[in-house]
């Protein structure tokens, strides 16, 4: 398994940014497809970008698309969400995750491991 911290997370005014990153330790990470994922109060988690292991191909969600961008450096087993003009929605824990299947964009079932996340908060 592939051990996630997520760090990065914090207070900004909405049109801001932030940049998340994922440190990954256990195994090789740079085998995998790494995703984030964030969860508001009282809603469910729903996925946000993912990247393929070699970075080649990314994936967002709509709701997202044109503001986060999803990057990788293998050499320092780290994934990357930076976020540009960002919303009172875009407020939540963000976690990042890793998928150990073929597939891509991988489904939800297979991303197998977790960070405990870090929290957004965006104020108008």
């Known amino acids: 398994q592939v051990q996630l911290v997520e760090s990065g997370g914090g207070l900004v005014q909405t049109g801001g940014s932030l940049r998340l990153s994922c440190a990954a330790s256990g195994r090789t990470f740079s085998y995998y497809t790494a995703g984030w994922f964030r969860q508001a109060p009282g809603k469910e988690r729903e996925f946000v970008a993912t990247?393929?292991?070699?970075?080649?191909?990314?994936y967002y969600a709509d709701s997202v698309k044109g503001r986060f961008t999803i990057s990788r450096d293998n050499v320092k087993n780290t994934v990357y969400l930076q976020m540009n003009s960002l919303k009172t929605e875009d407020t939540a824990l963000y976690y990042c995750?890793?998928?150990?299947?073929?597939?891509?964009?991988?489904?939800?079932?297979?991303?197998?491991?977790w960070g405990q996340g870090t929290q957004v908060t965006v104020s108008s």
């Open positions: 995750a890793v998928a150990y299947g073929s597939n891509f964009p991988p489904r939800h079932y297979e991303y197998r491991s």
């Open positions: 990247i393929r292991w070699n970075g080649g191909s990314t």
